[in-house]
């Protein structure tokens, strides 16, 4: 490249919804150095929820943006090749803006990035997020063994691959049989809180939160909920929800309150923490309250379970909120049931906020996050009974599981300390743009 020329990055992923990787990519397009890069969005369909959170000067190209379809790509669709036209759409974007270097999330953004970059090279980042092979046969439509061989294909042909843990980088190299040294671990960015809009009715003079600036939101003292005494909004959610929203949340007493966060999908783990709530409440007597947000495919099934559980008055589906981090700070325990995921952004936020964490043992990353168990709960996925005794052990030993909370909390601003993070990915980006073929010699640091 010219010198004194910003080195032009093209960020592709599916959609920008709520999920932990488009947050993630959301938090790069902030942070990047703008004197040293121009950051481009491509996205296979514009929409989202996070969409309009975009920075202003970022242009975002999308296959599908709303508009009716032209007969061309109905006339491919009908022969099954709407992929093969978003390559060639991708890869006119590559040419037309001069793109130095590409950075994928996700494993259908991998697929259509080296779609795009066969038919216009360009050096790539590729990040695989979530492990392999339960994500390859959630979107697989054929063979998963032919699937598995052009996703291979796919991770080879990029320049260098990230995982965000060490447990998954091993699992995507065996996997996908890479080679060790063309396999590296990038952390994920702890988000900054203040970057979010806020909600307009959050009043942090109150929560017992720092005041903005300083790129965590975390309480002054980590205890129960019952050192509160104001509480956040509820204009995210609606009707009945809402109102119980209000009634937790005002409370000066309350029920022990448990949260959770994240996309409502099978994966996730949801259903086991509400037959663990059931235990807890209709055998053990357990006085609880269990607030989720997000939104997902499985909401009807959850709220199904809710009603004919009669858990009513203990569960709430909150929907989707741009920033759980500003409801938690009353919390008294944040839960991820998952039942596979990497290095999931969820439990490293809630860590930060100093709530005592509760997670599963996952091939990867809530291990890591919790260090094997010295900085939280971890039990076994899948597994609503040790879920049950883990929650009520949080109840009953609540100074134990806040010292683990504090050093969870230390810990994850260390590991995932954003400054840090992006000075890595920019300095990264910026080779692989200059110079992709010293990877696979293990040069990358």
């Known amino acids: 490249m010219p010198p004194n020329t910003r080195t032009r990055v093209l960020f592709v992923i599916g959609s920008m919804g709520g999920g932990g990787a488009e947050r993630q990519v959301l938090e790069i397009l902030r942070r990047i150095d703008r004197t040293r890069f121009e950051p481009l969005l491509y996205l296979a369909m514009k929409q989202g929820e996070l969409l309009e959170e975009v920075p202003s000067d970022v242009p975002i190209f999308a296959y599908w943006d709303g508009s009716p379809e032209t007969w061309s790509r109905r006339i491919f669709g009908s022969m099954k090749l709407t992929r093969l036209l978003r390559y060639l759409d991708l890869a006119r974007v590559l040419r037309d803006k001069k793109i130095d270097v590409v950075y994928d999330r996700t494993y259908l953004a991998t697929l259509d990035a080296a779609g795009g970059c066969w038919f216009r090279p360009t050096p790539r980042v590729s990040c695989c997020v979530a492990d392999p092979g339960p994500e390859l046969e959630l979107y697989v439509r054929g063979s998963v063994a032919l699937s598995r061989w052009f996703a291979r294909r796919a991770y080879r042909s990029a320049s260098i691959v990230l995982a965000n843990s060490e447990g998954l980088r091993q699992r995507v190299i065996e996997y996908f049989q890479l080679k060790p040294e063309h396999v590296k671990v990038y952390n994920n960015l702890l988000a900054d809180s203040t970057a979010l809009k806020p909600n307009p009715e959050f009043d942090d003079t109150k929560s017992g939160l720092t005041k903005p600036g300083d790129g965590v939101s975390h309480p002054k003292t980590v205890g129960s909920a019952n050192q509160f005494d104001s509480s956040p909004p509820c204009s995210m959610t609606a009707g009945t929800e809402q109102q119980s929203l209000r009634e937790i949340f005002e409370a000066k007493e309350t029920q022990f309150l448990i949260v959770s966060a994240g996309r409502l999908h099978p994966q996730k783990g949801y259903l086991f923490l509400l037959e663990a709530i059931q235990e807890l409440v209709h055998r053990r007597g357990r006085s609880i309250r269990l607030v989720i947000f997000g939104k997902g495919e499985s909401e009807e099934e959850l709220r199904e379970f809710v009603r004919n559980h009669r858990l009513e008055k203990h569960v709430i589906l909150a929907g989707f909120v741009a920033d759980p981090r500003q409801w938690y700070y009353k919390a008294n325990l944040f839960v991820l049931p998952s039942l596979f995921d990497a290095m999931p952004n969820a439990l490293i936020e809630a860590a930060a906020s100093g ?67 992006i000075r890595r990915l920019e300095n990264l980006l910026e080779q692989i743009a200059g110079n992709s073929s010293f990877i696979n010699k293990g040069q990358v640091k």
């Open 355 to 421: 709530i005592p964490a509760l997670a599963t043992t996952c091939p990867s990353g809530p291990k890591e996050i919790l260090d094997g168990g010295r900085c939280g709960g971890l039990v076994p996925p899948a597994d609503s009974k040790a879920l049950a005794d883990a929650i009520a052990d949080a109840m009953d030993h609540r100074e134990k599981w806040l010292e683990k909370a504090n050093l969870a909390r230390k810990r994850v601003i260390q590991m995932f300390d954003p400054e840090t993070g």
